[in-house]
């Protein structure tokens, strides 16, 4: 029914601010009418096959294109009819995305490049958490950029970037910040790629040791693995299972995450440990992939198709991100964002050196 008086106006205005408020704060998943997301969709779409293009053409990371493309693009995402669509690619996406990277992971790989080196790889990851939780606080971020930045540095780049800001949540970073994350990581990865097979021939390390030390510390999967093999095949083959054996670490460092700092929307400690144990439905479903992929030879039609798909999903999520992604917060934030992901980035490399020199043959 119309509201006819003023005070009635009020009411029905106040209500309606009070559903909308509620429905945005809301965690239950949110419904969408298969029209509604199309346009948002196929915005996306086209943006991240333009990036997919221009990586291919010239050299530059996808996520990092796709980023780039998608903050350009993000004056699209005030129009009424994206959003639903872009909301949709940036939450499901992802989700999808990281539970088949279990495809690229299994614990024969893992138990293959011995436990010394294994228990190497939690120095390094302690170190680029430690550099990006005290570099946040330095420059006034807070713990949960620092925790956002160690993380992403520690395991798998922008995808575990992805997954732990999941556990965070918008409520207690703001999507700004973690776009801008997002580009650091995105950067210094890109900036490793090209700088450290060259810092592994200078220093006269072996195949193995460079291997070990650019897959210990080169954040996105595709370019530690390429950066190894830009050195030697016996190099390329070590990078592969040091850096496969970080992203099976995803899963246990999200869920110590979610331990210490409880469920997006609840204050930090509120529920006991037992009851934060839980993890998110894509980190387990990730869990149980790389359990079948290694009891199961996965015939190669299913994992490497598998393996595209869950790289392109990322690149949709990290797009559609970029396009809600407020321009006037980005700009506000400036450069501190960034320190904690280069400080974890640092940390991280020279960690992986001094395990690289002492550990490896």
Same mark, same amino acid.
């Given at each position: 029914?119309?509201?006819?008086?003023?005070?009635?106006?009020?009411?029905?205005?106040?209500?309606?601010?009070?559903?909308?408020?509620?429905?945005?704060?809301?965690?239950?998943?949110?419904?969408?009418?298969?029209?509604?997301?199309?346009?948002?969709?196929?915005?996306?779409?086209?943006?991240?096959?333009?990036?997919?293009?221009?990586?291919?053409?010239?050299?530059?990371?996808?996520?990092?294109?796709?980023?780039?493309?998608?903050?350009?693009?993000?004056?699209?995402?005030?129009?009424?009819?994206?959003?639903?669509?872009?909301?949709?690619?940036?939450?499901?996406?992802?989700?999808?995305?990281?539970?088949?990277?279990?495809?690229?992971?299994?614990?024969?790989?893992?138990?293959?490049?011995?436990?010394? *080196?294994?228990?190497?790889?939690?120095?390094?990851?302690?170190?680029?958490?430690?550099?990006?939780?005290?570099? &946040?606080?330095?420059?006034?971020?807070?713990?949960? +950029?620092?925790?956002? +930045?160690?993380?992403?540095?520690?395991?798998?780049?922008?995808?575990?970037?992805?997954?732990?800001?999941?556990?965070?949540?918008?409520?207690?970073?703001? *999507? &700004?910040?973690?776009?801008?994350?997002?580009?650091?990581?995105?950067?210094?990865?890109?900036?490793?790629?090209?700088?450290? *097979?060259?810092?592994?021939?200078?220093?006269?390390?072996?195949?193995?040791?460079?291997?070990?030390?650019?897959?210990?510390?080169?954040?996105?999967? +595709?370019?530690?693995?390429?950066?190894?093999?830009?050195?030697?095949?016996?190099?390329?083959?070590?990078?592969?299972?040091?850096?496969?054996?970080?992203?099976?670490?995803?899963? *246990?460092?999200?869920?110590?995450?979610?331990?210490?700092?409880?469920?997006?929307?609840?204050?930090?400690?509120?529920?006991?440990?037992?009851?934060?144990?839980?993890?998110?439905?894509?980190?387990?479903?990730?869990?149980?992939?790389?359990?079948?992929?290694?009891?199961?030879?996965?015939?190669?039609?299913?994992?490497?198709?598998?393996?595209?798909?869950?790289?392109?999903?990322?690149?949709?999520?990290?797009?559609?991100?970029?396009?809600?992604?407020?321009?006037?917060?980005?700009?506000?934030?400036?450069?501190?964002?960034?320190?904690?992901?280069?400080?974890?980035?640092?940390?991280?490399?020279?960690?992986?050196?001094?395990?690289?020199?002492?550990?490896?043959?």
């Amino acid at each position: 029914m119309k509201p006819e008086t003023q005070s009635e106006r009020d009411l029905f205005a106040g209500d309606l601010y009070g559903e909308m408020y509620q429905a945005e704060q809301s965690d239950a998943p949110t419904r969408f009418a298969f029209a509604d997301i199309i346009p948002g969709l196929l915005t996306c779409l086209v943006a991240s096959l333009a990036a997919l293009w221009l990586s291919e053409h010239y050299g530059f990371p996808a996520v990092l294109l796709g980023l780039i493309i998608g903050l350009a693009l993000n004056f699209l995402s005030e129009l009424p009819s994206l959003g639903a669509g872009l909301d949709f690619a940036s939450r499901h996406f992802l989700r999808i995305g990281i539970v088949l990277l279990g495809l690229q992971v299994t614990w024969a790989e893992i138990s293959g490049m011995g436990w010394t *080196p294994f228990l190497g790889l939690f120095v390094i990851m302690g170190a680029a958490f430690a550099a990006g939780l005290v570099a &946040s606080s330095l420059v006034g971020q807070g713990r949960y +950029a620092g925790v956002l +930045a160690g993380g992403a540095t520690a395991i798998c780049g922008a995808s575990a970037a992805l997954a732990i800001y999941g556990v965070i949540g918008k409520e207690r970073l703001d *999507p &700004s910040r973690f776009t801008i994350t997002l580009v650091g990581v995105a950067l210094a990865s890109a900036l490793a790629l090209t700088t450290y *097979p060259l810092i592994a021939a200078g220093l006269g390390l072996s195949d193995s040791q460079a291997g070990y030390l650019v897959g210990s510390s080169i954040h996105d999967v +595709a370019q530690a693995i390429g950066g190894g093999y830009a050195i030697s095949d016996i190099a390329g083959d070590q990078a592969t299972i040091v850096k496969l054996a970080r992203v099976a670490l995803l899963a *246990p460092v999200v869920a110590l995450v979610a331990i210490l700092l409880g469920s997006a929307g609840e204050a930090s400690g509120s529920r006991p440990i037992w009851r934060r144990l839980t993890l998110p439905w894509f980190i387990t479903a990730f869990l149980a992939l790389v359990v079948v992929n290694s009891l199961v030879n996965l015939p190669p039609g299913l994992a490497e198709p598998g393996l595209d798909a869950a790289k392109f999903l990322l690149l949709l999520a990290v797009t559609a991100t970029a396009m809600r992604s407020r321009m006037g917060l980005l700009l506000e934030a400036g450069w501190r964002p960034l320190v904690p992901v280069f400080a974890a980035t640092l940390a991280s490399f020279l960690a992986a050196l001094a395990v690289t020199l002492t550990v490896i043959a």
